[in-house]
Nanobody, 121 residues
Framework: QVQLVESGGGLVQAGGSLRLSCAAS????????LGWYRQAPGKQRELVAS???????NYGNSVKGRFTISRDNARNTVYLQMNSLKPEDTAVYYC???????????????WGQGTQVTVSS
């Protein structure tokens, strides 16, 4: 069983930055496939970014060039650096993990409780 705990959300003005962190426990961190998803009110959960065990990354189209996902295997933590934030980035952000490579959207076994990010205009 993998436990995920997100932190770093909050209120920020448009154009600002935030860094989300997700600490994992219960498994060898280096073998986890990791992702960040978000869900705004009334919308489906969508992929923000993902990172493989080897460090390869993938981003949702709406955040490319603004967000960066990274992992620190020594700290058992995955990060999401969010720059140039826009009001439409407002959502609950979820950390996700899987012990095998996800083969479809949302194909992660473990999810955190989420952290709220609010971007004011």
């Amino acid at each position: 069983q993998v436990q995920l705990v997100e932190s770093g959300g909050g209120l920020v003005q448009a154009g600002g930055s935030l860094r989300l962190s997700c600490a994992a426990s219960g498994s060898s961190f280096s073998i986890l496939y990791l992702g960040w998803y978000r869900q705004a009110p009334g919308k489906q959960r969508e992929l923000v970014a993902s990172i493989t065990t080897g460090g390869s990354t993938n981003y949702g189209n709406s955040v490319k060039g603004r967000f960066t996902i990274s992992r620190d295997n020594a700290r058992n933590t995955v990060y999401l650096q969010m720059n140039s934030l826009k009001p439409e980035d407002t959502a609950v952000y979820y950390c996700a993990a899987s012990l095998r490579r996800p083969t479809a959207d949302l194909d992660y076994h473990y999810w955190g409780q989420g952290t709220q990010v609010t971007v004011s205009s």
